[in-house]
Every structure is written in structure tokens, then in C-alpha cells.
């Protein structure tokens, strides 16, 4: 399969701080990719540079084979929802519609029947439909991730990154929210941005190993060495509950 997302030594710095050090990665379509690590190791940075907010210090980044500038409309983007203001007075449908706006939006800007109706699809699709007049501030952690998903789903993205979709949420709502990611993966290429490993071991195809420096891109299969290099000591993975191992026991590869 072809690469729809290419980053070849990149690197970004915070004034004199490095948050991503010389980069090499390749997505390929359909994949269905965690990007993992322990806190401030460069997760959300790696998804600002792909979604073209943030400009690397050193690298090239390619979408779809374009700079990421001429490619942005191929990505849906779903941040984490503690950034998004619960109080706000819109309720689910227009939280949606949001996703349909363009970049050269007018004022007094009116949403088209071709709008409405792939709101509806999608919606329905995600089985929010029945919230559809819900003031986002009466929903659930989970039902509000849907929402968010649906807003990123509208402009019918080739491309799905999610910026810790599943934190604060319950065991069942994170359940339900991998298993949409998997139906949906069977048409978008899916890019998680976790610090749970246990969450995503059980759901994902593949696994990036990220704190500032990329140390494994491969199987949803880890090995010891590499948690190590990644999180400064070994972990036991946790998947539905139950403390496991799921690490390879041979020596991988790291980069």
C-alpha cells in the first residue's frame, strides 16, 4: 500500500527545547496506527506538524504525496476534548455542522441541504442521530468523543488523527470508541496519539513508539527493550482490566 503520510527527519524545537528529534516515519492508507509515549515526549507536536500548525525546524513533511499545506482538507482532525468548551450553548448538530465550514466562511454564513443531509448520515452512522438537539454540555465523556468524530467525519477526510481520544473516559466508553476507529478504519487510514498503551494493544494494527526520538514503528507487539528506551523503565501492559504481558520476549529493532 501506498504512503498517504511522510516525515523525513523532522525535527521542531521550543526555543532551545527539542520536542521532535530528527523524525523518520511513513503511514501507509488503512492503517490503523497509535502513536505512543510517556507525557511531553512529542505525541501532539507530531500530529500539529502533520495537520500543518506547527512548521518543523528541520524536515519535510508530505500528505498524499503534497506539502501538508496543499493537502489539509484530506485530514480529519479530533482534539482532545478537555479543550473543548462543554459550557458553550450549541447542541450536537451544530456541533457537527461546524465541521462543513471552510476556510473562506462569510458572514452570516448559511449551511446548504447537502450539508444538513451528510450531517445526518454521518451522525446516524455514529448513532448520535438521537442527541441530534442535545446541548454538548449534557452529554457524556463518550457520547461527546462521537460527537467530536462526527465534526472530523462531515468533510469526508482520507485521513483520521485523534489527539487522545479516550481520556477520562470509563473501560466500556473507551471499548466502544476503539471498536467505531476499527469500523471506520476500514475506509480512512486512523492515527491515535495515546500515552495508554494497555488502551490501545487489543485494537490497533500498528505501533509508534514516540519521546522526542521515534524509537519503533511496527507490529502492535512490543518488546521490553524498547519500553525501556521509551518510558525510562518497564511497564506491564493492562488491556480490559487485566494486568498481561503483551511484549515480544525477542529483541527488536529500534530506530
Known amino acids: 500500500m501506498k504512503n498517504v503520510i511522510e516525515m523525513s527527519g523532522v525535527s521542531v524545537y521550543y526555543d ?16 490503523f496506527l497509535a502513536i505512543i509515549g510517556p507525557n511531553g515526549g512529542g505525541k501532539s507536536t507530531l500530529l500539529k506538524v502533520v495537520l500543518g500548525l506547527i512548521k518543523p525546524d528541520k524536515g519535510d513533511v508530505k500528505v498524499l504525496g503534497q506539502p501538508v499545506r496543499h493537502s489539509q482538507s484530506a485530514i480529519g482532525y479530533v482534539p482532545q476534548f478537555s479543550s473543548f468548551d462543554k459550557q458553550f450553548p450549541i447542541d450536537v448538530t451544530d456541533v457537527v455542522l461546524m465541521g462543513r465550514l471552510s476556510d473562506r466562511i462569510r458572514l452570516f454564513h448559511s449551511f446548504t441541504k447537502e450539508d444538513r443531509e451528510i450531517v445526518e448520515k454521518v451522525m446516524k452512522q455514529l448513532e448520535i442521530d438521537g442527541l441530534k438537539n442535545r ?23 482520507k485521513i ?20 467505531i476507529l476499527k469500523e471506520l478504519n476500514q475506509k480512512v487510514t486512523v492515527v491515535v496519539v495515546s500515552h495508554d ?10 505501533i509508534a513508539c514516540l519521546n522526542k526520538k521515534l524509537y519503533y514503528h511496527g507490529e502492535a507487539q512490543l518488546n521490553n527493550n524498547v519500553v525501556r ?8 501492559l493492562i488491556a480490559h482490566g487485566i494486568p498481561h504481558r503483551v511484549l515480544k520476549t525477542h529483541e527488536g529493532e529500534v530506530s
Not at 135 to 150: E, F, N, T, Y
Open 135 to 157: 446541548q454538548i454540555g449534557q452529554l457524556s465523556g463518550g457520547q461527546l468523543q462521537r460527537v467530536l468524530i462526527a465534526r472530523a467525519l462531515v468533510t469526508n477526510p
Open 229 to 236: 528506551q521509551v518510558y525510562g523503565c518497564p511497564i506491564d
Open 197 to 206: 498503551m494497555g488502551a490501545v494493544s487489543s485494537h490497533v494494527n500498528r
Open 160 to 179: 483520521l488523527m485523534l489527539d487522545e481520544p479516550t481520556a477520562s473516559l470509563d473501560a466500556n466508553a473507551k471499548t466502544q470508541i476503539y471498536a
Open 16 to 31: 532551545q527545547i527539542c520536542a521532535l528529534d530528527h523524525i523518520h516515519l511513513n503511514i501507509k492508507e488503512k492503517e
